[in-house]
């Protein structure tokens, strides 16, 4: 992770329903037409949260910006950067409309897309987050009158167990090609955070979202080739009949003369 997402700051957030399809096809969102408003311990909670997500290096990966056309999630985030109120409510509506095209699976849930600008780091980077928070269901106790009643919502999300959401985040890290009508990736690093990534690597994150949705693509570094060297190898003694100790001879040779094994081999 090159950037550090301390000192984190979120300043306009709108929420949009998405939806998974149904028999028919896509199910358009439901899009909010006012801002947010999030403040005190809510609002701290969040960037605390979100801050904790993006710095969790088994968790989030640093993204190549692999789309960057006018009707790419990459234009839409940057250009909501610059967006007064108006503008970034009605703007904001086109990423919700990218994720349900991108939704293609009726396997794959629905929930809220939260879309927040902010800065972050010690030099207060201009960031736009795109979170998607899956619903889910609890309780909720409160006193009233002489006693503590239960409340069931079936519509939570967020909440510090879960791990059903995930996280995109566009850093502004230069501003070279402010100005133009779709700015230059170089001026800009991507992010993802997803609680199926392990130890940077995608195979079981969910690609339709940061691939398919937001436009991003896991590196090709030295780094990936070497845990997918390892995943693969392990995976070929694993189903192999070999001996237990000629495989756990294997193992330990191809341990040593490899730096750094992601995770070990098992």
């Not at 939260?114 to 619903?135: P, V």
């Not at 690093?189 to 979202?209: G, L, M």
């Not at 040779?253 to 992601?262: A, D, T």
Request: with cysteine; net charge negative.
């Amino acid at each position: 992770m090159a950037f550090t997402f301390d000192n984190l700051k979120f300043y306009r957030i709108i929420l949009h329903n998405v939806y998974k399809p149904n028999d028919e096809g896509r199910v358009n969102p439901f899009p909010s037409r006012e801002l947010t408003q999030l403040t005190g311990a809510g609002l701290d909670k969040l960037q605390q949260r979100i801050s904790s997500v993006l710095g969790n290096g088994s968790h989030s990966l640093q993204m190549d910006i692999a789309q960057d056309g006018a009707a790419s999630c990459f234009h839409c985030a940057t250009r909501l950067l610059t967006d007064d109120d108006a503008s970034f409510i009605v703007n904001s509506v086109e990423i919700a409309e990218l994720h349900t095209s991108a939704h293609t699976s009726k396997s794959w849930p629905g929930g809220t897309l939260l879309i927040i600008d902010g800065t972050a780091g010690a030099a207060n980077k201009r960031c736009l987050f795109i979170i998607k928070a899956e619903q889910q269901a609890g309780f909720v106790g409160k006193e009233v009158g002489d006693k503590v009643v239960m409340d069931y919502l079936d519509n939570l999300i967020l909440t510090p167990q879960s791990k059903l959401y995930k996280v995109g985040a566009f850093v502004e890290i230069d501003r070279e090609s402010v100005g133009s009508e779709i700015r230059n990736i170089d001026d800009f690093e991507a992010y993802v955070f997803d609680s199926n990534i392990q130890a940077k690597d995608d195979r079981k994150a969910a690609r339709y979202f940061y691939s398919g949705f937001l436009g991003l693509r896991i590196p090709d570094n030295s780094e990936q080739r070497t845990r997918d060297f390892f995943e693969y190898t392990k995976s070929f003694i694993n189903d192999s009949d070999l001996p237990t100790e000629t495989a756990l001879l294997i193992k330990s040779k191809v341990g040593y003369s490899l730096p750094n094994p992601p995770g070990g081999l098992s």
